[in-house]
């Protein structure tokens, strides 16, 4: 008599959290991040670490949620399911800050930090005093952090201006303790360039610039794949390139929503 094969375990795909806010519009946060990670094949989990009243016209309102609430939701998810990459984004306050830079650092995985703060509308998504516990407790657990250059200015007092000014705003953020930094130029006129480097190797990633002002959630979305490239198992390079092609082109196919700013096409890719 013939014995069967016993049926083979189910593959678990990598494991991907986001401690973000959340975005009622779907474009940017926790939204954009969980569609992300599905886009990349990889198992999204989520700490909410503030709610939206969120459109396409800016935000209207936002709440962040206690500290015992964003802790509670942690250790619920690291210590049951377990993580191979952390991405953070809007954190809120500088108690959140704190909160959230003390258990990465009791985390065994590489950390993606956005330090948002401000909107794609520019509204005010960071208090002005959490942003020394950004340098100080945030900035240091960080594998890769991606400030675009309105944060760069909020962090480090650096205005950029042209390319050379990126190298400088890096050189800045990293003497914060990261391990690596993007520092995203799509603000400059001309195509849009970003700056990797660990202060030892420059990447300078550059993507054509599409016309299109349905960007919403590019930096959510930028974070969230690398943190994806990681989990991976990727180096820090690989996961950083592939990341911006799939920015560049979910920005390609943005689309419109409301009357404002549209978000970017998470699904381009399917």
Known sequence: MAISASPAAPLVPPRVLTVAGSDSGGGAGIQADLKTMLAHGVHGMSVITAVTAQNSLGVQGAWELPVEAVRAQYRSVVDDIGV???KTGML???ALVETV???LAATDAPVVVDPVGVSKHG????AAEALDSVRKKLLPVATVATPNLDEVAQLTGVTVMDEPGMRRAAGEILGYGPRWVVIKGGHLPGDPVDLLTDGAEEHWLRAPRHDNRHTHGTGCTLASAIACGLARGQDVPTAVR???EYVTGAIAAGFPLGAGIGPVDHGWRL
């Open 92 to 94: 809120a306050s500088a």
């Open 101 to 103: 830079a003390a258990l």
């Open 242 to 244: 592939a990341a911006k």
């Open 84 to 86: 191979q990459a952390v």
């Open 123 to 126: 509204d005010p998504l960071l």
